[in-house]
């Protein structure tokens, strides 16, 4: 079944970013999973085509007749360990969803002080229920934990959801204070980073550029799906956005580029400073970079 669906080195330095291309959603999902034809985007979530009541914002544990249970996470600093969790659905334990941007469901990990982000995609446990990743949290303090959605009901329909829930690791908890040294710039591996535009909660498209020694950047590589993927936590109670560029990979070009202006649709839909963070690939390499922007009411 388908469905059309600028940081400063002391936050570079703790950032973590997870091998996303190599993990599964499950072993077998033919009976548990659709295939969403063209991807997810969170963007069409903004508020003006999907109600972000009903979808969340990963501040909750539970909405819309789903919940997110039997959390168990590593609460060593550094100490390899697997994180698990079930989504309750209307009908009891959810076992069956439908892929968004290559996967069933995305994960993510996120420190108070909005570093250590991780992005990760947990295996499905077809028969229980069960997602499970390995996962290693490098530094002690409170992190929201946010998992990201399609559920397929028994009708046929699919209800976005966007749960998440606060997770601690042990140890004396030091916040990074070091904040980006300009809004919407960030640079990374090379690569210059800008947002152009007004965040405004919902504003008008923004307009994201990569450049490498001062010429555009015309060969980004596909990535989950897209040429970028880009999540933002807001500063205070982490709420989280989420959005993809228009310009999207044609699904049979195994050898589409994109770059380097790439048009964002709006996503917030409360003012404050955001954290975000943002994946591109190039050259078979995925690069991740924080940048930090002020959304206006």
């Given at each position: 079944?388908?469905?059309?669906?600028?940081?400063?080195?002391?936050?570079?330095l703790?950032?973590?970013?997870?091998?996303?291309g190599?993990?599964d959603?499950?072993?077998?999902?033919?009976?548990?999973?659709?295939?969403?034809?063209a991807?997810?985007?969170?963007?069409?979530?903004?508020?003006?085509t999907?109600?972000m009541?009903?979808?969340?914002?990963g501040?909750?544990?539970?909405l819309?007749?789903?919940?997110?249970v039997d959390?168990?996470?590593?609460?060593?600093?550094?100490?390899a360990?697997k994180?698990t969790?079930?989504v309750e659905?209307?009908?009891g334990?959810q076992?069956d969803?439908?892929r968004?941007?290559?996967?069933?469901?995305?994960t993510?990990?996120v420190?108070k002080d909005?570093?250590n982000?991780q992005?990760?995609?947990?295996?499905?446990?077809?028969?229980?229920?069960?997602?499970?990743v390995d996962?290693?949290?490098?530094?002690?303090?409170?992190?929201?934990?946010?998992t990201?959605?399609?559920a397929?009901t028994?009708?046929?329909?699919?209800?976005?959801?966007i749960?998440?829930?606060e997770?601690?690791?042990?140890?004396?908890?030091?916040?990074?204070?070091?904040?980006?040294a300009?809004?919407?710039?960030?640079?990374?591996?090379g690569?210059d980073?800008?947002?152009?535009?007004?965040?405004?909660v919902?504003?008008d498209?923004?307009?994201?550029s990569?450049t490498?020694?001062?010429?555009?950047?015309s060969?980004?590589?596909?990535y989950l799906?897209s040429?970028a993927?880009?999540?933002g936590?807001?500063?205070?109670?982490l709420?989280a956005v989420?959005?993809h560029p228009?310009?999207?990979?044609?699904?049979?070009?195994?050898?589409?580029t994109?770059?380097?202006?790439?048009?964002?649709?709006?996503?917030?839909?409360?003012?404050?400073?955001?954290?975000?963070?943002?994946?591109f690939?190039?050259g078979?390499?995925?690069h991740?970079v924080p940048?930090?922007?002020?959304?206006?009411a």
């Open positions: 079944m388908n469905r059309t669906p600028a940081a400063a080195a002391a936050l570079l703790t950032l973590t970013l997870a091998a996303c190599g993990d959603d499950s072993t077998d999902h033919s009976a548990h999973a659709a295939q969403s034809s991807g997810h985007n969170m963007a069409d979530m903004n508020g003006m999907m109600d009541s009903k979808v969340g914002d501040t909750a544990a539970s819309g007749g789903y919940r997110l959390v168990k996470a590593p609460t060593q600093p550094g100490k360990g994180l969790f079930t659905g209307p009908n334990v076992k969803y439908t968004q941007q290559t996967k069933l469901m995305h993510y990990l420190r909005l570093t982000y992005h990760i995609h947990p295996s499905l446990d077809t028969k229980t229920g069960e997602w499970s996962l290693t949290v490098p530094e002690p303090g409170p992190y929201q934990l946010v990201e959605f399609q397929l028994p009708e046929g329909e699919f209800d976005d959801r749960l998440g829930t997770i601690t690791v042990e140890g004396k908890y030091t916040p990074v204070t070091t904040a980006p300009a809004l919407g710039t960030a640079s990374v591996d690569y980073l800008k947002i152009d535009g007004q965040p405004k919902n504003g498209k923004l307009m994201l990569i490498k020694d001062g010429e555009g950047v060969t980004l590589q596909p799906a040429f993927h880009i999540t936590f807001r500063q205070g109670d709420s989420h959005v228009d310009e999207m990979p044609k699904a049979d070009d195994a050898n589409a994109g770059g380097p202006d790439l048009t964002l649709a709006p996503m917030f839909t409360k003012p404050g400073r955001y954290r975000m963070f943002i994946q690939q190039t078979g390499t995925v991740l940048m930090d922007l002020e959304v206006t």
